[in-house]
Structures are given as C-alpha cells and as structure tokens.
C-alpha cells in the first residue's frame, strides 16, 4: 500500500476501489462499442500463437472481446473481483494485475493451437480468482480467508468448467495460464507480517 493510500479509512479504499472497477468496466464497453462501430477492427487485436508481431497484442487482448455477449459474460466477474482484489491497495492490485496479463498472454501465445485468435478479460478473472483464494491463506488473514472460501462458493463450479479442454470456442489454455499467474501474484506481492517489537527491560 502506498503512503498515500496507508491514511486512507476502509470506507476510503472502497470508494477508491470501487470507482477503479466501474472505469475500467466502462473502458471495457466503450471498446466493444468502438469495435461494433468499426466493423470489429479491434478484433485483430487478439492474440495469434507464436506469431512474433503478435506480442505487442498481450496486453491489448485481456481489454477486447468478440461481442457484447461476451463481453457482459465477464462484467460481473470482473467488477467483483476486481473489487475484493483492489480494497487492499491500488498499486498492489494494479501491480497484481499487470502480471496476470503479462503471463497469460505470453502464455497463450506460446501454447494455444495455431490459427486462433484470443482475447477477452476471462483471462485476468480466473488469475483474481486465484489470487483472491490463495493470498487469504498466505497471508494468514481471517477476512481474506473469508473472502477466499466465499468466492470459491460462489464462482468454483464456473471456474471449473471453464479449465475443461472440451469446450468449443473457449481458450481453456487462457483460463487455466491466468489462475496459476494469479496464483504466483499472491506469493509475489504477498504482505508479510509486521515483526513484533523488540522486548527491552
């Protein structure tokens, strides 16, 4: 957390954090909005696997999706999770967020099949999804732990079905490759408890 946000009430960092969630959702709109307009130009901003021009499409993707349909799929999710994620401080969710990007689709690009085109925020979602459940414990925190079995309740049967290779059309590869970066961010950006003070008699 930063010096700034340290001062900041409970009811600051909600605030705070709920403001960041509802922009990036609206950006999120606005591209797909753009995207119709144009005649789903934006769509070639997706990744093609091992294709090298298409490395500078990694973190464009996780903001473009093929239809409001698909899009509205990932609002809720998102808003949510992103949510809980950033009410423990912006930088570090910020931080957290670009590594689930940056993982997932370089991952992606290495290992999905060939002559695919991937893109949508589902990826960034299931790394929140992993960091929410594994940082509670991690950091030995009852509210996170809270928060963790929670969404685990909540969305588990959706995450699952989405890591299953059976599905035509979802990039299992890409929702997979996201939980396990967000995984790795909770030990990455992980708060370690303050040491206790020094007993002086």
Same mark, same amino acid.
Do not use: Y
């Given at each position: 957390?930063?010096?700034?946000? %340290?001062?900041?009430?409970?009811?600051?960092?909600?605030?705070?954090?709920?403001?960041?969630?509802?922009?990036? /959702?609206?950006?999120?709109?606005?591209?797909?909005?753009?995207?119709?307009? #144009?005649?789903?130009?934006?769509?070639?901003?997706?990744?093609?696997?091992?294709?090298?021009?298409?490395?500078?499409?990694?973190?464009?993707?996780?903001?473009?999706?093929?239809?409001? =349909?698909?899009?509205?799929?990932?609002?809720?999710?998102?808003? /949510?999770?992103?949510?809980? +994620? =950033?009410?423990?401080?912006? &930088?570090?969710?910020?931080?957290?967020?670009?590594?689930?990007?940056?993982?997932?689709?370089?991952?992606?690009?290495?290992? #999905?099949?060939?002559?695919?085109?991937?893109?949508?925020?589902?990826?960034?979602?299931?790394?929140?999804?992993?960091?929410?459940? %594994?940082?509670?414990?991690?950091?030995? &925190?009852?509210?996170?732990?809270?928060?963790?079995?929670?969404?685990?309740?909540?969305?588990?049967?959706?995450?699952?079905?989405?890591? =299953?290779?059976?599905? #035509?059309?979802? #990039?299992?590869?890409?929702?997979?490759?996201?939980? +396990? %970066?967000?995984?790795?961010?909770?030990?990455?950006?992980?708060?370690?408890?303050? +040491?206790?003070?020094?007993?002086?008699?």
């Amino acid at each position: 957390m930063s010096g700034v946000e %340290a001062g900041w009430s409970r009811g600051d960092r909600a605030m705070a954090a709920g403001k960041l969630m509802l922009a990036w /959702v609206a950006l999120l709109w606005l591209l797909e909005v753009v995207d119709v307009i #144009s005649g789903h130009a934006l769509d070639g901003l997706g990744i093609t696997p091992r294709t090298p021009s298409e490395l500078i499409d990694v973190v464009p993707s996780a903001f473009i999706h093929f239809g409001f =349909a698909h899009l509205a799929a990932n609002t809720v999710p998102l808003l /949510v999770l992103g949510f809980l +994620a =950033a009410l423990a401080g912006l &930088r570090r969710f910020l931080l957290v967020c670009a590594l689930i990007i940056l993982v997932d689709g370089l991952g992606v690009w290495l290992i #999905s099949p060939a002559h695919t085109n991937t893109a949508g925020a589902s990826g960034l979602i299931f790394g929140l999804f992993g960091f929410l459940l %594994a940082t509670g414990f991690l950091e030995r &925190r009852p509210l996170g732990i809270l928060t963790g079995i929670l969404i685990a309740a909540i969305w588990g049967g959706s995450i699952l079905a989405g890591l =299953a290779p059976t599905q #035509s059309g979802v #990039s299992w590869q890409g929702h997979l490759l996201g939980l +396990a %970066a967000g995984v790795a961010a909770a030990f990455v950006f992980r708060r370690r408890p303050a +040491a206790p003070p020094e007993l002086i008699r």
